[in-house]
Structures are given as structure tokens and as C-alpha cells.
């Protein structure tokens, strides 16, 4: 089992930043890949972005330019960097952890994007 823990969800203005972090604990296997996704009342949930334990990165075209994901192998840990925030970027954002197929999810964190 991997538990994961998001933090640094807020009100934020439109063209601000915002930082989450996801924290993972747990029997964690050196291979897996890290991400975040966002759901908004009524919808479905939807892939932000994910990095692999290299480094590798995958963005939604919704987010490119604007959000960056990163990972701490050492400390288990992916961040979510937020720029340029727009009011449709306002959902609950989850991070996840996938690894040997099994997926883990955190229990979200919500952002607000207005003025």
C-alpha cells in the first residue's frame, strides 16, 4: 500500500502561482510514475500532467507552458508548479502514484482560481 498526502491548495487570483506538493509513504517500489489530475463538480476527472522516476513529463495541452511537474526520489515526494492561473484551472486536484499497474490516489486538495 503507498499513501499519499497533498498539501498547498488555496485561493489564488487570476495570473497567480500556486505550489502543491504530494507526499508518499508506504511500500514504494523504485519504478513508478508520479502525477496529478483535476476534477471539477459534475466532471469528469481529468490527467494534468505525470513525470516518470527519470524525469520524464507529460502535460495536458490545457496545462503545457504553464504548469510544471517535478519529483524528489529521495524524499518520495512530486510538486505540482502552477503559473498563470486562470479561473478554469478551479478544481480539486489529486495526485497520484502508479506502480507494478496499481494505481494510489491522494485525497485532493481544492484550488480556487478568482478574484
Known amino acids: 500500500q503507498v499513501h499519499l498526502v497533498e498539501s498547498g491548495g488555496g485561493l489564488v487570483q487570476p495570473g497567480g502561482s500556486l505550489t502543491l506538493s504530494c507526499a508518499a509513504s508506504?511500500?514504494?517500489?523504485?519504478?513508478?510514475?508520479k502525477g496529478w489530475y483535476r476534477q471539477v463538480s459534475g466532471k469528469e476527472r481529468e490527467l494534468v500532467g505525470s513525470?516518470?522516476?527519470?524525469?520524464?513529463?507529460n502535460y495536458a495541452d490545457s496545462v503545457k507552458g504553464r504548469f510544471t511537474i517535478s519529483r524528489d526520489n529521495a524524499k518520495n515526494m512530486a510538486y505540482l508548479q502552477m503559473n498563470s492561473l486562470e479561473p478554469k484551472d478551479t478544481a480539486v486536484y489529486y495526485c497520484?502514484?502508479?506502480?507494478?499497474?496499481?494505481?494510489?490516489w491522494g485525497q485532493g486538495t481544492q484550488v480556487t482560481v478568482s478574484s
Open positions: 513525470i516518470t522516476r527519470g524525469g520524464v513529463t
Open positions: 508506504g511500500s514504494i517500489f523504485r519504478i513508478n510514475v
Open positions: 497520484y502514484h502508479n506502480q507494478r499497474g496499481t494505481a494510489y
